[in-house]
């Protein structure tokens, strides 16, 4: 008898999200700030500080504020399945119709989703609950550590590349080659993220190049500004 095992891409999206956002983050981040001091200074020491800095001050930022922000989406879920738990032991066949009446919203008959409802509750009460009334599923469960890493380790790896080009390109290039090789990065990670994903290539492709050459001409903008004024 042959199985059939389906993988969808929606799977992808809690990985996926974290990784684009942290890579595209670090690039536009890292190269915005050394354009804002490539164009306010001549020094490629200071520009290669700022990316350094810049590097380890976004990394720290992004584990601490995915890990915040999943821990709150954690201690939610746990409170709502907390409060599941309590309803299933005190009230268990209220709890069973409410669950058959989900059954029965989304198409099947009354009889039957009593049935399937009674079946799913006798096998994993809470389980059921969670996935079918509160939404919650392994794939969708708020993991704040593995969030915190995933997001500092893709925004260093984004923030090296334009650091890599600061240090083989000449003080006086680096204005305008650091965009430009950001921009290249930004167009190969939107590229790569939309074909993980299955999206079509061509917008997010443009929608990250646009923004991040909005970043760096306005950072860039400022310096030169700074850079005159003081």
């Not at 409802?117 to 009334?133: I, K, P, S, V, Y």
Request: proline share 3%; no cysteine; glycine share 8%.
């Amino acid at each position: 008898m042959l199985s059939h095992v389906e993988r969808h891409l929606v799977e992808r999206i809690g990985w996926l999200r974290a990784a684009v956002l942290g890579a595209n983050d670090g690039i536009i981040s890292t190269a915005s700030l050394m354009v804002g001091v490539a164009s306010a200074s001549t020094s490629s020491d200071e520009v290669i500080v700022a990316g350094v800095a810049g590097l380890v001050a976004g990394a720290m930022s992004m584990a601490a504020g995915e890990y915040v922000s999943v821990s709150s989406q954690s201690d939610t879920e746990r409170a709502d399945l907390d409060r599941e738990r309590r309803e299933l032991e005190l009230q268990p066949e209220l709890e069973l119709s409410e669950l058959a009446k989900i059954y029965e919203g989304r198409g099947v008959e009354p009889a039957l989703a009593r049935t399937v409802a009674a079946q799913l509750m006798a096998r994993d009460a809470l389980a059921a609950h969670a996935r079918d009334e509160l939404g919650i599923t392994d794939t969708a469960t708020a993991r704040p550590v593995q969030a915190a890493l995933t997001s500092a380790a893709t925004f260093s790896v984004g923030a090296v590349l334009p650091l890599l080009v600061a240090l083989v390109t000449p003080a006086q290039w680096a204005s305008s080659s650091i965009p430009a090789a950001s921009l290249l990065f930004l167009a190969v990670l939107g590229a790569a993220s939309a074909k993980a994903g299955g999206a079509d290539v061509l917008k997010p492709t443009a929608r990250v190049v646009f923004w991040g050459a909005l970043a760096m001409a306005t950072t860039g903008l400022v310096g030169a500004l700074i850079g005159r004024a003081v």
